[in-house]
């Protein structure tokens, strides 16, 4: 998975967790045995609660991406 956001509005409401359960199922239903996700830092939390453990920083320039994993 690249790249997905939830509008501030609709945050809390339990979309993203929705949507990460798609994609682990569509993964799982593949073959796919890890998922490695981008987050930013405001949203380490999230993917934390939802099973993903932090690996490594990634930078573009000054920008700090926080990379994750979860094992399927």
Do not use: C, K, N
Not at 17 to 37: C, I
Not at 55 to 64: A, K, L, Q, S
């Amino acid at each position: 998975m690249r790249t997905g956001f939830v509008a501030p509005a609709h945050q809390g409401h339990g979309i993203g967790r929705q949507l990460m359960a798609t994609v682990e199922q569509a993964a799982r239903a593949s073959g796919v045995a890890l998922l490695t996700v981008p987050s930013s830092v405001t949203a380490e939390r999230f993917y934390a609660q939802l099973g993903y453990r932090f690996v490594r920083d990634h930078y573009h320039g000054e920008e700090r991406t926080l990379i994750m994993e979860r094992v399927l």
